[in-house]
């Protein structure tokens, strides 16, 4: 936050400062900056500084250690394969699931170990009442299911109970089929041949066509994808 004082000129400008290793940001107006070039698994604390025309404060008491760490995206249905981890070790995930998603799954092959996972929009996922969890037993694998997940951003905690490998993760948001675009029709002998592309969202296992006559009653043309 702001000091109380400016020492009677504008506030210029603020430096944050981590600890260790000194890595910088600043900023002209905002209270808030990103520090860059730090290391993930490290635990820092931060200082800032606050510059006018005059020159600069002295430093702010240091922050509480925070700690970097990676989160890696993955895309719906495709796994991440080949994972191990130390014991009480943590891997972190996210996956955006859009609206309208019929369920949000997220499963865990386990090779031999006992990791778990954790999932919820906060981060990181919490050990307590998080939105799913799934801790099995040592070499069982791991399966958290969400019905009807809001739009968000969904992170995912691998906590290794004890220590693991061979473990291949997949989070799948399954959405509705999106509406399918007619693109050409060609008439002929008593038919009438219907080009199509599929829509945005989920995969169809099958696509109808219906065909409306000048009388409004309907024909119904199964077709399977």
């Known amino acids: 936050t702001a000091p109380t004082s400016d020492g009677g000129s504008t506030i210029t400008g603020y430096t944050v400062t981590a600890s260790p290793g000194g890595e910088a940001c600043t900023t ?23 510059t006018n025309s005059v020159g600069n404060s002295s430093s702010s008491s240091a922050s509480s250690a925070v700690t970097p760490v ?14 191990s981890g130390a014991i009480n070790s943590d891997q972190y995930y996210f996956i955006d699931v859009p609206a309208n998603v019929e369920s949000l799954t997220v499963t865990l092959d386990v090779g031999s170990g006992d990791p778990d996972i954790y999932v919820d929009t906060s981060f990181p996922p919490p050990f307590s009442s998080p939105l799913c969890s799934s801790t099995y037993s040592a070499g069982q694998d791991e399966l958290c299911e969400i019905s009807e997940p809001a739009e968000a951003r969904y992170y995912i905690r691998l906590n290794a109970y004890s220590a693991f490998s061979g473990a291949s993760l997949t989070a799948t948001a399954v959405a509705p089929p999106g509406a399918p675009t007619i693109s050409s029709i060609t008439p002929g002998d008593g038919s009438l041949a219907v080009a199509f592309s599929a829509g945005s969202g989920g995969v169809p296992d099958s696509y109808t066509l219906t065909c409306v006559d000048q009388s409004a009653s309907r024909v119904n043309l199964g077709y399977d994808s």
């Open 28 to 50: 002209t107006s905002a209270t808030s900056c990103t520090v860059t070039g730090l290391s993930n698994g490290t635990a820092y604390t931060f200082t800032v500084v606050a």
């Open 70 to 83: 990676s989160i890696q995206e993955l895309a719906s249905g495709v796994a991440v394969t080949g994972l």
